[in-house]
């Protein structure tokens, strides 16, 4: 599973958004995991 930190300690990282890098990451391995 990929999950995304968005924050630390209350504090956003970037935007506080979930990004298109790991967007792609969390498809790429919900397809792997699929088979």
Known sequence: EVTPVVAVDGRPIGDGKVGPVVRALQQ????????
């Not at 790429?28 to 088979?35: L, M, S, V």
């Open 28 to 35: 790429a391995y919900r397809a792997a995991a699929r088979g």
